[in-house]
């Protein structure tokens, strides 16, 4: 390699062999890969500042959390249909209606609030909010007139006992679980379930005007699935929580306690779920759905409690994955026997 030093070549470059020589080597590679560096981020800052702009209306609805919205609308519209009191076509699509909107509410004020950390964790980076498709001034507009809009709507579709359940279910999830619960405490989803377990409930009240031990069960069976369900995936979705300083079980007591909690309260759940059976939405369908639901729930709890974290990791927590969509199949298919049982029952077969 010739030298590139103008006229004649200098001591130090004589004395090094070639290819190489003091004029060759690079000068400041610090400085130019901290330029490089700085201008691909002003770039992605550019990007993000142009992103936040281009909102369409698929960005708005994901806002709302569609997935956690239409297991609201389900099991709302199942605490409704098996009421003992039925409401006009219309007014039931109306409630089912307002109820969805109120989820999205505390959807929309649960990410302007955790926009913080959702950019942190891998599973929400994408949401509309931390990825600046969506202003955070925005989601929280939106929050707050859906709430008032749902809440007031479902007061004149019904009865304010349920516009009223509703809006406590709105402020629970936003104020409660978001800005409280979820970064103060280990028992987040535990208390924070009581979020996600009124739906049913505010549509039984919807139809009848009151709470009965119906409607507590069916909040029950969600309340206490709700730990399992989460700590299930916390346990493959550890660091996510860790890097954003999320206060999850797995966090603050490790592993082996988790899945010792999935045990224990898998166990508890059993009672709510299957006394539901005995009651006037249950009856011998339901029974023989959740004796089987819950005797697989229970083996996967077994199974997560035994396996050591060495053999977890080996596998790449595939029983811990497993448990957790069979979670998901556990609750729909519980409140799909209460439909079941209710749609028969005017032929004489549903209930007992």
Same mark, same amino acid.
């Given at each position: 390699m010739a030298c590139r030093c103008k006229g004649r070549q200098s001591a130090t470059c004589r004395q090094l062999s070639p290819p190489l020589r003091s004029c060759d080597i690079p000068k400041a590679p610090i400085r130019g890969?901290?330029?490089y560096r700085k201008a691909s981020q002003a770039m992605a800052d550019l990007r993000s500042f142009d992103q936040e702009y281009d909102a369409g209306f698929g960005d708005y609805f994901q806002l709302l959390k569609p997935r956690v919205m239409s297991l609201v609308v389900f099991t709302a519209l199942v605490g409704l249909l098996v009421a003992p009191v039925s409401l006009h076509p219309v007014e039931a699509f109306a409630a089912v209606l307002f109820i969805a909107l109120g989820a999205g509410a505390s959807g929309a004020l649960n990410m302007w609030w955790d926009a913080d950390i959702d950019v942190i964790m891998r599973r929400t980076q994408g949401r509309p909010v931390p990825s600046g498709r969506v202003q955070a001034g925005e989601a929280l507009a939106i929050g707050l007139a859906l709430s008032g809009i749902s809440v007031v709507m479902l007061g004149l579709a019904t009865n304010l006992a349920a516009a009223g359940l509703l809006a406590f279910t709105i402020f629970f999830y936003a104020v409660v679980y978001s800005m409280w619960l979820k970064r103060s405490t280990p028992q987040n989803i535990v208390i924070g379930g009581a979020a996600g377990a009124f739906p049913p409930m505010i549509g039984w009240v919807a139809a009848t005007g009151s709470v009965s031990v119906e409607a507590c069960l069916m909040f029950m069976l969600i309340f206490m699935w709700t730990p399992p369900? #989460?700590?299930a995936l916390a346990l493959f979705m550890k660091e996510d929580y860790h890097a954003a300083g999320v206060p999850m079980l797995t966090v603050t007591h490790g592993r082996k306690s988790t899945r010792t909690h999935i045990l224990v309260y898998t166990i508890l759940l059993i009672p709510f779920a299957v006394g539901a059976a005995f009651t006037s939405i249950g009856g011998p369908i339901y029974l023989a759905v959740s004796l089987l639901l819950n005797a697989e729930f229970l083996r996967g709890a077994w199974r997560i409690w035994r396996r050591a974290e060495v053999v977890a990791e080996a596998d790449n927590y595939k029983v811990e994955k497993s448990v957790f969509r069979f979670s998901l199949l556990y609750?729909?298919?519980?409140?799909?026997? #209460?439909?079941?049982?209710?749609?028969?029952?005017?032929?004489?077969?549903?209930?007992?």
């Open positions: 890969l901290s330029l369900h #989460f700590w609750l729909f298919l519980h409140f799909s026997a #209460f439909l079941v049982e209710a749609a028969l029952k005017p032929y004489g077969y549903g209930g007992w």
